[in-house]
């Protein structure tokens, strides 16, 4: 069975970096993919990884317009034709709609098209964006509860969706064979510090600059050596470096800037952190700090409480609220094993539900496999 993984950009984020995941889970499986979009960050690790990236400009964000649509339908239509397409998976709204269209100058081939919902128009100016649910011509993967309940909410069918999640690979984030120590020796993180990490670009609403604030409201004693690392890059990490400043916290703040090796970075941590203001449904990144048993600790916001394990795996606050996190960080600061329990806690749940292998057993279902 051939696949086509369609997205605008892939970019170095969840929405970019699942559908390499999933490809080489079904690769393992015995089903061959390929992947269609605009340039983007992942286009390079996707060839590295032995698959063919078609470059079609015309799915760009930036070139949305009645020609480059027609154009984008023609394009993928060739690219069914030529690759003897059987699914397509969509990882964006506007692709999806591209695929249907180009399905239908493809009649000699049976297409199934899925589409991976990781986020919702939130903005209550562009809600009639999410009219197109009612009438979505594609099967709906949701990557939590939450996601689908919501698009239940939008009008969309629930016959027509299923629950996949996000999944970690464990071959990669294997916490028996990367090193704790690696990257805290790199960046002079000492034995007796407690190391709270985040992972994901400076785009503005992933609250960065909250945890910052944070970092001085926790009201330790003097022998108790907390830092922070920052693992990305963005337009608000100077946001997040003028706080830091402000703060006089430079000694206790680390920025290593954007890394595809997020898991050697995601080991050395003790405690992960995704303080996130908006403009998340189920991040990636928390999964794969569960996976390598990290507790966690973020904002209550979509679907990020179901990687708690109610309360046991992690720890959700108030959007925002600078005073919360702090309280709901001390704790795991303090107590060694109340930090092994909750991780342990958190790598049942990725063997439960979260690996990437379980993720497309579901996804399978929609595949028709």
Same mark, same amino acid.
């Not at 559908?19 to 499986?29: D, S, T, V």
């Not at 342990?344 to 990437?356: F, P, S």
């Given at each position: 069975m051939n696949i086509l993984h369609m997205r605008s950009e892939y970019l170095d984020n969840g929405p970019g970096t699942q559908?390499?995941?999933?490809?080489?889970?079904?690769?393992?499986?015995g089903h061959d993919s390929f992947f269609a979009g605009a340039k983007g960050i992942m286009d390079q690790a996707i060839k590295k990884s032995g698959y063919d990236f078609i470059e079609v400009p015309e799915l760009s964000r930036n070139k949305r317009s009645p020609i480059s649509f027609f154009r984008s339908v023609y394009k993928i239509s060739k690219i069914i034709k030529e690759n003897n397409i059987s699914i397509i998976h969509s990882h964006n709204a506007a692709c999806s709609f591209v695929a249907y269209f180009a399905?239908?100058?493809?009649?000699?081939?049976?297409? +199934?098209?899925? $589409?991976?919902?990781?986020?919702? /128009?939130l903005r209550p100016t562009h809600q009639y964006r999410n009219l197109l649910y009612r009438f979505y011509p594609a099967t709906l993967l949701a990557v939590c509860e939450y996601a689908k309940t919501k698009l239940i909410s939008l009008g969309a069918s629930e016959d027509n969706?299923?629950?996949?999640?996000?999944?970690?690979?464990?071959? +990669?984030?294997? $916490?028996?064979?990367?090193?704790? /120590?690696?990257m805290r020796d790199q960046y002079n993180v000492q034995k007796?510090?407690?190391l709270i990490g985040h992972v994901g670009a400076f785009s503005g609403w992933k609250g960065q600059e909250v945890l910052v604030e944070a970092l001085p409201s926790l009201n330790l004693s003097t022998d108790?050596?907390?830092?922070?690392?920052?693992?990305?890059?963005?337009?608000?990490?100077?946001?997040?470096k003028d706080k830091v400043l402000e703060l006089g916290l430079e000694s206790q703040v680390i920025f290593v800037g954007r890394q595809m090796q997020s898991e050697v970075y995601h080991m050395a941590l003790d405690i992960y952190c995704q303080p996130s203001t908006e403009g998340e449904l189920f991040p990636n990144a928390i999964v794969e700090a569960l996976a390598l048993g990290k507790p966690w600790v973020g904002s209550d916001i979509s679907g990020l409480s179901e990687l708690t394990d109610n309360g046991r795996a992690g720890t959700v606050v108030e959007p925002g609220n600078v005073e919360a996190l702090a309280d709901a960080l001390k704790p795991l600061i303090l107590d060694e094993e109340l930090r092994r329990k909750m991780g342990?806690?958190?790598?049942?749940?990725?063997?439960?539900?979260?690996?990437?292998q379980k993720v497309c057993d579901r996804i399978s279902v929609a595949y028709g496999l």
């Open positions: 559908p390499l995941r999933i490809a080489q889970e079904f690769k393992r499986r399905s239908l100058f493809c009649r000699s081939h049976k297409i +199934r098209i899925v $589409r991976s919902v990781r986020g919702v /128009e969706i299923i629950v996949t999640y996000n999944g970690a690979d464990l071959t +990669r984030f294997d $916490r028996e064979k990367l090193s704790y /120590e690696h007796d510090e407690i108790m050596k907390v830092k922070l690392m920052f693992v990305g890059d963005g337009p608000a990490m100077t946001e997040a342990d806690r958190g790598y049942a749940l990725v063997l439960d539900k979260l690996t990437i």
